[in-house]
């Protein structure tokens, strides 16, 4: 059975009812979320449950950086616990997911660019802290594309629009990174504090939903040329390229609504979008 037949033989099986699936960008914040029942892994959970169940889940990590694009290729993803620092509970979670190689394939030659299978990766803290909370079942396919570090943020905003026709096919695609991630200026102590922020990153994460709700994708692409609290609320770009590919999934059709529009420590933020 060839590549493109067993992935029309998995759509047609398991997507009849013909949704389009929203597309998402997710703020993951620390990696404790994955285990807290918390106001954000509360969102994530009535997420879950509230949108089309999807037939497999596509996940672009801030946490998986590479030279040249990768997409998951195995049967059973492993959990990787790519932090420190953290209780040994933390440590301890598995999300058994399975892959879906025949879907990692056949995603791959959606791309203008070659991408790599890859067999090695699996489902980071990006990723697996997130779904676990969604879909605790661990019974939907889970797959993670990776990012280029070598390019510019324009190509990952036109990369991922060749990825539209997956959301047909009731693929569910997830960005996962924050919009306003500064971990050099966090206010350590004040993470117990509700919804502090420093002013520049209430007003860059306001500016942010601002440019989505416009549509404004040019200046998301360019948001160095927006001002200081731009260039403090991304010293560096790789929790907000994600963004960035869920953007690029958006149609004329598609609504906005944001969630867990918080600031966390001074200089993070949560927010997260969902279009359609």
Same mark, same amino acid.
């Given at each position: 059975m060839t590549t493109l037949t067993a992935f029309n033989k998995f759509t047609n099986e398991l997507a009849q009812d013909g949704n389009v699936m929203p597309v /998402?960008?997710?703020? $993951?914040?620390? +990696?404790?979320?994955?285990?807290?029942?918390?106001?954000?892994?509360? #969102?994530?959970?009535? /997420?879950g449950q509230d949108i089309p169940q999807p037939k497999a889940v596509?996940? !672009?990590?801030? $946490?998986?950086?590479?030279?040249?694009?990768?997409?998951?290729?195995?049967?059973? *993803?492993? @959990?990787? $616990?790519?932090?420190?620092?953290? *209780? +040994?509970?933390?440590?301890? !979670? #598995?999300? +058994?997911a399975p892959g879906n190689p025949a879907l990692a394939k056949t995603t791959a030659e959606l791309f203008h660019t070659k991408v790599e299978l890859?067999?090695?990766?699996?489902?980071? $803290?990006? @990723?697996?802290? !997130?779904v676990r909370h969604m879909y605790p079942a661990a019974n939907i396919p889970v797959l993670q594309l990776s990012i280029d570090y070598s390019k510019p943020l324009q190509y990952h905003y036109e990369l991922t629009r060749e990825l539209l026709s997956l959301r047909?096919?009731? !693929? /569910?695609?997830?960005?996962?990174g924050n919009m306003v991630h500064n971990l050099r200026m966090v206010a350590w102590d004040k993470l117990a504090e509700p919804e502090y922020g420093y002013d520049w990153a209430i007003a860059a994460n306001d500016q942010f939903k601002n440019l989505i709700t416009k549509g404004d994708h040019r200046a998301l692409i360019d948001y160095e040329k927006l001002g200081p609290d731009f260039r403090n609320a991304i010293p560096t770009a790789e929790h907000y390229i994600p963004l960035?590919?869920?953007?690029? /999934? #958006?149609? *004329?059709?598609?609504?906005?609504?944001?969630?867990?529009?918080?600031?966390?420590?001074?200089?993070?933020?949560?927010?997260?979008?969902?279009?359609g």
């Amino acid at each position: 059975m060839t590549t493109l037949t067993a992935f029309n033989k998995f759509t047609n099986e398991l997507a009849q009812d013909g949704n389009v699936m929203p597309v /998402l960008f997710i703020g $993951h914040g620390s +990696p404790m979320n994955g285990i807290e029942d918390n106001t954000f892994s509360a #969102q994530w959970k009535k /997420l879950g449950q509230d949108i089309p169940q999807p037939k497999a889940v596509l996940v !672009v990590s801030a $946490h998986w950086l590479s030279k040249g694009t990768r997409i998951t290729a195995m049967n059973f *993803p492993r @959990t990787i $616990h790519d932090f420190g620092g953290f *209780p +040994p509970e933390l440590f301890a !979670v #598995q999300y +058994p997911a399975p892959g879906n190689p025949a879907l990692a394939k056949t995603t791959a030659e959606l791309f203008h660019t070659k991408v790599e299978l890859d067999h090695d990766w699996g489902l980071d $803290h990006g @990723t697996w802290t !997130v779904v676990r909370h969604m879909y605790p079942a661990a019974n939907i396919p889970v797959l993670q594309l990776s990012i280029d570090y070598s390019k510019p943020l324009q190509y990952h905003y036109e990369l991922t629009r060749e990825l539209l026709s997956l959301r047909k096919k009731g !693929v /569910l695609i997830i960005g996962s990174g924050n919009m306003v991630h500064n971990l050099r200026m966090v206010a350590w102590d004040k993470l117990a504090e509700p919804e502090y922020g420093y002013d520049w990153a209430i007003a860059a994460n306001d500016q942010f939903k601002n440019l989505i709700t416009k549509g404004d994708h040019r200046a998301l692409i360019d948001y160095e040329k927006l001002g200081p609290d731009f260039r403090n609320a991304i010293p560096t770009a790789e929790h907000y390229i994600p963004l960035l590919y869920t953007l690029g /999934l #958006q149609t *004329p059709k598609d609504k906005i609504s944001f969630f867990n529009d918080k600031v966390v420590g001074g200089s993070l933020t949560m927010t997260s979008v969902m279009l359609g």
